[in-house]
T-cell receptor, first 118, second 112 residues
Framework: DAGITQSPRHKVTETGTPVTLRCHQT?????MYWYRQDPGHGLRLIHY???????DKGEVSDGYSVSRSKTEDFLLTLESATSSQTSVYFC?????????????????FGPGTRLTVL | AQSVTQPDIHITVSEGASLELRCNYS??????LFWYVQSPGQGLQLLLK??????LVQGIKGFEAEFKRSQSSFNLRKPSVHWSDAAEYFC??????????FGKGTHLIIQP
């Protein structure tokens, strides 16, 4: 299994509070991603990173920010959590671009963080 | 914009029977397609992927998928399912933001 950990694994918080989720990898992969999973929606991309300090928005980025100061860590921050952000959050990593023709474009997923915003 | 449709929310199959999970995509160019499996409370595991070449792709755990450009489909198959195959299955296509665009998933139930 790819070395990906997410912390915390479970969190309950209140509306309006800031929340930071952490993704840590030991694979030295360049690309990292944050997805959210909701019933009836599958997984949707929030933000992704293509290197240290290089990030970009995904499909559902409103209300979220990210930071990547080291190769191994990718942080997802909810500045002011809302109930609509109750979800399961997955981090993923890949060695090369997922659209690349090389063989190392597989995305490996972490175990997920279940976030409940009351 | 690219999109993925998995028409079946739930599928029930008897153990030992064959399986086919449907996936249709919408994408302008040659698609890069994936099937992932998610067991309860777990992350996602890649079953197989299609980038180019042979349209019949073999994956792990005895799964295969066939890319049909004329039908915009990438259906997942297995000749004989096991109780351990019960899980959520996701089809995905490479999205424009360099991440993946996922279908909504198909929940597979195995009857004894």
């Amino acid at each position: 299994d790819a070395g990906i950990t997410q912390s915390p694994r479970h969190k309950v918080t209140e509306t309006g509070t800031p929340v930071t989720l952490r993704c840590h990898q030991t694979e030295n992969h360049r690309y990292m991603y944050w997805y959210r999973q909701d019933p009836g929606h599958g997984l949707r991309l929030i933000h992704y990173s293509y290197g240290v300090k290089d990030t970009d928005k995904g499909e559902v980025s409103d209300g979220y920010s990210v930071s990547r100061s080291k190769t191994e860590d990718f942080l997802l921050t909810l500045e002011s959590a809302t109930s609509s952000q109750t979800s399961v959050y997955f981090c993923a990593i890949s060695e090369s671009r997922v659209s690349g023709l090389g063989g190392n474009n597989e995305q490996f997923f972490g175990p997920g963080t279940r976030l409940t915003v009351l | 914009a690219q999109s993925v449709t998995q028409p079946d929310i739930h599928i029930t199959v008897s153990e030992g029977a064959s399986l086919e999970l449907r996936c249709n995509y919408s994408y302008g160019a040659t698609p890069y397609l994936f099937w992932y499996v998610q067991s309860p409370g777990q992350g996602l595991q890649l079953l197989l992927k299609y980038f180019s070449g042979d349209t019949l792709v073999q994956g792990i755990k005895g799964f295969e998928a066939e890319f049909k450009r004329s039908q915009s489909s990438f259906n997942l198959r297995k000749p004989s399912v096991h109780w351990s195959d019960a899980a959520e299955y996701f089809c995905a296509v490479v999205g424009g933001a360099d991440g993946l665009t996922f279908g909504k998933g198909t929940h597979l139930i195995i009857q004894p």
